[in-house]
């Protein structure tokens, strides 16, 4: 539940929101990224570390340049998650 919580976390903040929904676009880089961001660097840098850090995202190393891509089974862990909640038994409580 821990992990949920923690990625669940992620989407309370605007700006992660659209970095990941760039990132759901395809792997891509921080310096890619920030053309598209009205962020700094560093506050990219620290998103991107907490995407990465929840274990939403996972990171390549090529040469100079590290590429971010989405997990996509942590987002389908998210959405089974919010089905099963959203289907729960409804037990209602009689005095």
């Not at 676009?25 to 570390?49: A, F, N, R, V, W």
């Not at 990465?52 to 987002?75: P, Q």
């Amino acid at each position: 539940m821990n992990d949920l919580t923690n990625l669940f976390k992620l989407f309370t903040d605007e700006n992660r929101i659209e970095i990941i929904k760039r990132l759901i676009d395809g792997e891509t880089c921080g310096c890619t990224l920030i053309d598209q961001m009205p962020i700094t660097q560093p506050t990219l840098s620290y998103h991107l570390k907490m995407i990465s850090s929840a274990g939403l995202s996972n990171t390549v190393k090529e040469g100079n340049w590290v590429k971010h891509h989405i997990d996509l089974k942590k987002i389908d862990e998210m959405i089974e998650f919010l089905e099963e909640l959203k289907n729960r038994e409804v037990i209602s409580c009689k005095s």
